[in-house]
């Protein structure tokens, strides 16, 4: 099993930036693959950013790429996902996961994942 567990997403204004964690715990050293994915009101959820572990490839949904950044701190079992120039379309819960088996052309599809923290959300305001 493995456990995620969100933090940071709170309001801020467009153009602000703000810096979401996810600090995991259990059998990591099984997943292949972590992401962020976000769900806005009444819309499917998304993938926003992923990779591969022990890769240095990133992978971005491309309404988001050049603004958010998705990195990893091995040492202390946590992804960041640093937003910045957010924009009220990013409004949205927010959502870290994980999964073992990974490839590359589905690797920012939700439902290939198989752990999920429970999201933090992230308001933007015009």
């Known amino acids: 099993q493995v456990q995620l567990v969100e933090s940071g997403g709170g309001s801020v204004q467009a153009g602000g930036s703000l810096r979401l964690s996810c600090a995991a715990s259990?059998?990591?050293?099984?997943?292949?693959?972590m992401g962020w994915f976000r769900q806005a009101p009444g819309k499917e959820r998304e993938g926003v950013a992923a990779?591969?572990?022990?890769?240095?490839?990133?992978y971005y949904a491309d309404s988001v790429k050049g603004r958010f950044t998705i990195s990893q701190d091995n040492a202390l079992n946590t992804v960041y996902l640093q937003m910045n120039s957010l924009k009220p379309e990013d409004t949205a819960m927010y959502y870290c996961?994980?999964?073992?088996?990974?490839?590359?052309?589905?690797?920012?599809?939700?439902?290939?994942?198989?752990?999920w923290g429970q999201g933090t959300q992230v308001t933007v305001s015009s």
């Open positions: 259990g059998y990591t050293y099984r997943m292949n693959c």
């Open positions: 990779f591969f572990t022990g890769s240095d490839s990133r």
């Open positions: 996961a994980a999964r073992r088996a990974c490839f590359v052309g589905d690797i920012l599809t939700p439902e290939r994942y198989n752990y």
